[in-house]
Nanobody
């Protein structure tokens, strides 16, 4: 599976962005998927994930109620809708394809990674 993340940019606090993750390869619809982020000097952290079907989702506490993860298996694409953005959301955001079908929060359970897209939230 090859992943291409896009949609990042510069936005003011309180604003919104939608990230996209386009996938190539036949196994996209068989894998759990996730979004992670990494700020300068910090470790990569889990943001949101869904299972292979997209019906089950899970969010990090710091994004609950603000971010929504969604996937379209027919189109091999996944989204992260981000609203009420805060300066602390500033990071490079990565999409990742899991080794299995369920939601995972550990980076070690993900097999394929996109190249990352920068999100910068100004105060």
């Amino acid at each position: 599976v090859q992943l291409q993340a896009s949609g990042g940019g510069l936005v003011q606090a309180g604003g919104s962005l939608r990230l996209s993750c386009a996938a190539s390869g036949r196994s996209f619809g068989e894998r759990g998927m996730g979004w992670f982020r990494q700020a300068p000097g910090k470790e990569r952290e889990f943001v949101a994930g869904n299972d292979w079907s997209g019906y089950s989702t899970y969010y990090a506490d710091f994004v609950k109620g603000r971010f929504t993860i969604h996937r379209d298996n027919a189109k091999n694409i996944m989204y992260l809708q981000m609203t009420s953005l805060k300066p602390e959301d500033t990071a490079v955001y990565y999409c990742a394809a899991g080794k299995g079908r369920v939601i995972e929060v550990s980076v070690y359970e993900y097999e394929y990674w996109g190249q990352g897209t920068q999100v910068t939230v100004s105060s």
